[in-house]
C-alpha cells in the first residue's frame, strides 16, 4: 500500500496518504461506482425504450440483436376491461426480460462491488494502523541506536582520556619515586651526626 501511495505521489504530484485520510479518495471511487451504475441502468433503459418507440413498425427477431428488414410491429395499444395498456410480443418481452434480468445481475454486482469497497477501507485502515506502529518502533529503535553510538563514543573518549595514559602515570611514578627517595636521604642524613 505504501508503494502504491508513493507511485500515485510521483505520478500525480497528489499526496494520496493525505486524500485517502480525509476520505476524498474514498468518496471519489463511490461517487464513479455509482455514477457507472446509474449509467449502465440508464444505458439499458433508454436503449430499450427507442429501441421499441423506433421500430414500431419492424418485426422483433428470435433474438434482441438486429431488427432490419422486418415489417411486423413489435407493440400495440390494447385496451382490456377497460384499462388502457401495452400489448408486447413474446420474443419482445423474453428480450425485455432478459435486460430486467441483466439489470438485476448489475445491481447485484453493484451491491458485491460496495462490499469490496469496504473491506478495502478497513484493509486501508488497518495498513494505516500497521505503519503507524511501524513508525514508532523505527522511532523506538532510531533512538537506542542513537544512545548505543553516543554511549561507545564517550566509552571510546574516556579510554583515551588524557589521565588514562600509560606514559603520564608512569611519568607521575617516576617523579615521585624519585621524591620519596630525596626525601629519605635527606631524613636520613638529617638523622646521623
Not at 510521483?10 to 446509474?38: N, Q
Not at 432478459?98 to 488497518?126: M, P
Request: net charge negative; with cysteine.
Amino acid at each position: 500500500m505504501v508503494l502504491y501511495l508513493e507511485r500515485v505521489n510521483r505520478e500525480t504530484g497528489i499526496d494520496a496518504g493525505a486524500a485517502y485520510a480525509s476520505g476524498r479518495v474514498v468518496g471519489w471511487h463511490l461517487f464513479w461506482l455509482t455514477a457507472a451504475a446509474v449509467l449502465v441502468g440508464a444505458a439499458l433503459l433508454l436503449g430499450q425504450c427507442a429501441t421499441a418507440h423506433a421500430q414500431d413498425a419492424e418485426a422483433a427477431p428470435a433474438e434482441c440483436g438486429d431488427t432490419t428488414g422486418h415489417t411486423a410491429p413489435r407493440r400495440a395499444s390494447v385496451t382490456h376491461e377497460g384499462e388502457a395498456g401495452v400489448w408486447f410480443r413474446l420474443d419482445v418481452a423474453r428480450c425485455l426480460l432478459g435486460d430486467v434480468t441483466e439489470l438485476r445481475l448489475v445491481r447485484e454486482r453493484v451491491g458485491l462491488l460496495d462490499a469490496r469497497l469496504e473491506i478495502r477501507e478497513e484493509q486501508i485502515t488497518l495498513t494505516r494502523e500497521a505503519l503507524d506502529l511501524g513508525r514508532r518502533a523505527e522511532e523506538r529503535a532510531t533512538g537506542a541506536l542513537e544512545a548505543a553510538v553516543r554511549g561507545r563514543r564517550e566509552a571510546e573518549e574516556e579510554r583515551d582520556a588524557w589521565w588514562r595514559s600509560p606514559i603520564l602515570w608512569f611519568a607521575v611514578g617516576a617523579v615521585v619515586t624519585v621524591a620519596l627517595e630525596v626525601v629519605a636521604v635527606y631524613a636520613l642524613a638529617a638523622l646521623t651526626p
